[in-house]
């Protein structure tokens, strides 16, 4: 090495052989993960850290970033966002559904369909408060809603882009499930008003997973969908539809002031439906040490409370969270907890705006349709949270709206040589696809129809209609 010459240029030197742009960013080889502990070996590039969103409040948003298996300068770049709001996109996303791990015991073991088979996948812990994303001022997790969530997740994108700027003008997809019905189209929408001005996103589409899209009509799906798989009885539903419906109850919950006619209903409902069943997918076992929650916020009940191609681990998030607590796990990450005292799959500082929860997203579903970004929006077939039935309608009507018309009839769809589903699609810009046999998370229950999907989203083209 000549006197005077630093390691770092040396590495920088050698990274411009690899692309074109000429240099990795230093950020970019800070943030490159070794190995972490426990995987098993693997050929594709690993990254994570953090991208300051606000100077002057010291908030900084955490990702893990899993380069696609095979050519990835050749593949899209895809950006998850769990929802809640408040849950974790690394610890649910990456380690419980579509990354490339899972972890089991001591260690981690591969996800034969993993995302990252198709896609560049980049995972991010948002808002601020979530996982190991943080403000060293803690007044900032009092009062974060919808607006202040997709303003700090674009400024991330903005960030993320200039540690990797070979990935400027790939082709970008956001996807997501839950509470990012709301995440993902509110960021669509301020990343193509941000386009207009300045060309920096070359977005071809989004995907929501069982998305709360409209409140009224997601949450008021959720009694036939009880009664209809035999958790409750006609009675109870009866009164459930007539006296209290969901939104009703969830509506007063936030607002302090249940009734007691609402009240006795959603304690029958609860009793009937028991908390031994996981509301997130009705077939599946539970973990009896932690029931798997995607967020608090969407049951808001006082009440509530290689084994992976062979079985289902019921127990993920307990294992999850034994990982990403453990300080060679963190040290691997290039993570850090500031201001709580352990990582959790939900945040434990955040007070989200409820009130935003029932502000529907579909209209800016709609906008973004019209615009010319084309929208899936699927369903794990079996979750009681936000089931397909109330997304189902919600597609529907915002497809009629729009004068758009059924280029693919409803049919089903196939996963090898089984049923992987049902589909439709309008005016090849606006889809409904359900997951058979599907949780609210279903990359977690039904990991290869998710991929399947997944493919066939990205590549722009019609799911499978017969035998493969």
């Known amino acids: 090495m000549h006197p005077g010459t630093s390691v770092a240029a040396v590495v920088c030197a050698a990274a411009a052989l690899l692309i074109s742009n000429g240099c990795l960013s230093m950020a970019m080889v800070e943030d490159k993960i070794t190995a972490l502990p426990g995987q098993p070996p693997v050929s594709f590039a690993q990254y994570s850290g953090y991208v300051e969103v606000d100077a002057m409040r010291k908030r900084s948003l955490f990702y893990y970033f899993a380069e696609a298996e095979l050519d990835p300068a050749t593949k899209p770049l895809v950006l998850w966002l769990n929802g809640g709001p408040g849950c974790s996109s690394v610890g649910v996303g990456a380690f419980s559904e579509n990354g490339p791990f899972r972890p089991s015991g001591n260690a981690l073991v591969g996800n034969e369909y993993s995302w990252n088979k198709e896609a560049n996948m980049l995972y ?59 995440y993902v189209p509110q960021l669509a929408q301020r990343m193509v008003e941000f386009d207009d001005k300045e060309k920096l996103f070359n977005l071809k589409g989004i995907a929501l997973g069982n998305p709360v899209l409209e409140f009224s009509t997601d949450f008021n799906s959720r009694a036939e969908f009880f009664w209809s798989h035999g958790l409750i009885s006609d009675s109870t539903y009866n009164i459930f539809t007539t006296v209290c419906n969901y939104s009703r109850y969830v509506s007063e919950y936030y607002h302090g002031s249940i009734s007691t006619v609402c009240d006795r209903v959603m304690s029958q409902v609860t009793r009937e439906t028991s908390r031994f069943v996981d509301k997130y997918d009705v077939t599946l076992d539970v973990c009896i040490s932690s029931v798997l929650m995607q967020s608090q916020v969407l049951t808001p009940s006082p009440n509530s409370t290689e084994q992976l191609n062979r079985a289902l681990d019921v127990c993920v998030e307990d294992e999850t969270m034994n990982y990403l607590n453990r300080k060679d796990v963190q ?75 059924a280029t693919v009839p409803y049919r089903v769809w196939f996963q090898g040589k089984q049923v992987g589903g049902w589909t439709q699609v309008f005016s090849d810009v606006l889809s409904f696809a359900t997951i058979r046999g599907a949780s609210h998370e279903a990359p977690f229950s039904q990991p290869e129809r998710s991929l399947v999907l997944f493919r066939a989203f990205l590549a722009s083209r019609p799911l499978p209609e017969s035998f493969e």
Not at 133 to 161: C, H, I, K, Q
Not at 373 to 390: A, E, R
């Open 331 to 405: 040290k691997a990450m290039h993570a850090q907890l500031n201001g709580v005292p352990k990582w959790t799959v939900c945040s434990s500082v955040l007070e989200y705006k409820q009130l935003d929860l029932q502000i529907p997203t579909i209209n800016i579903v709609g906008a973004l349709v019209k615009s010319g970004i084309p929208v899936l929006v699927y369903s794990g077939d079996q979750d009681s949270v936000i089931p397909l039935t109330g997304s189902r309608t919600l597609v529907h009507r915002l497809a009629k709206r729009l004068r758009l018309n």
């Open 124 to 182: 991010l812990e948002s808002p601020a408060g979530v996982g190991f994303s943080y403000s060293t001022d803690p007044s900032f997790y009092g009062g974060v809603g919808d607006s202040m969530t997709a303003r700090d997740n674009l400024r991330f994108l903005e960030g993320w882009f200039a540690k990797f700027p070979q990935y400027k003008g790939r082709d970008l997809y956001i996807a997501g499930e839950s509470y990012a019905g709301h």
